[in-house]
């Protein structure tokens, strides 16, 4: 699953080189570094809470170029704060994938914060590309999710049943979790085929 660059500025002699060295923080190479990265964000439907957590740009900065690149002013709010989204039925299979990708971004791809982030969130939309199926997660819940995850406000459980790994509340890591694929409640049948359950 070959990617194309979201950000083609780099170029390939860039690429080639590998990782910029450190910069001081008002160097140009830092403020290039770090303008690419709000790009890619914002390409990707970051809000501005999100960069301005993750970018090291001040906040004019990145409202201009969210303006620049959106043609429209970034939405105004508060960011969603609650860990129970994650764990209804369906976003919690989408927040189970993404978290897995993400984790495999650190583990394999070696990367950390919200590069992971990044890289973890586009293997999901691969994922969902391939299979044809509506992304649950924008980038900023995708982040959210990290963060939650990260702070142990939410874990992992494997499911006895199909040995995949599913998001589930901090104090819920039951030792005979079974996900909510397996298990799905009767609900989240309304849209699909009526469940086992179903009478
Ligand atoms: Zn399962």
Not at 9 to 33: D, Q
Not at 38 to 65: D, H, K, N, W, Y
Not at 172 to 180: F, K, M, T, V
Request: net charge positive.
């Amino acid at each position: 699953m070959d990617t194309h660059p979201v950000v083609a500025t780099g170029g390939s002699a860039a690429a080639a080189s590998g990782p910029l060295p450190a910069h001081g923080p008002k160097s140009v190479l830092h403020e290039l570094e770090q303008t690419l990265l709000a790009i890619e964000m914002i390409g990707l439907g970051a809000r501005l809470q999100v960069l301005e957590a993750e970018v090291s740009l001040p906040r004019e900065r990145l409202t201009r170029l969210y303006k620049e690149l959106c043609g429209t002013s970034p939405p105004k709010g508060m960011l969603p704060f609650s860990t129970d989204w994650f764990l209804s039925w369906r976003p919690n299979a989408h927040a189970s994938m993404l978290l897995g990708a993400y984790r495999h971004m650190v583990r394999a791809g070696h990367l950390d914060g919200v590069r992971a982030t990044l890289a973890g969130f586009r293997m999901y939309r691969e994922h969902l590309s391939v299979t044809g199926e509506a992304a649950q997660l924008s980038f900023t819940r995708a982040w959210m999710l990290v963060r939650f995850y990260e702070r142990g406000m939410l874990q992992l459980a494997r499911c006895q049943c199909c040995r995949g790994e599913f998001v589930v509340c901090a104090n819920d890591a039951r030792q005979r979790y079974i996900c909510g694929l397996c298990l799905p409640p009767a609900r989240a049948g309304k849209c699909r085929k009526p469940g086992p359950a179903g009478t």
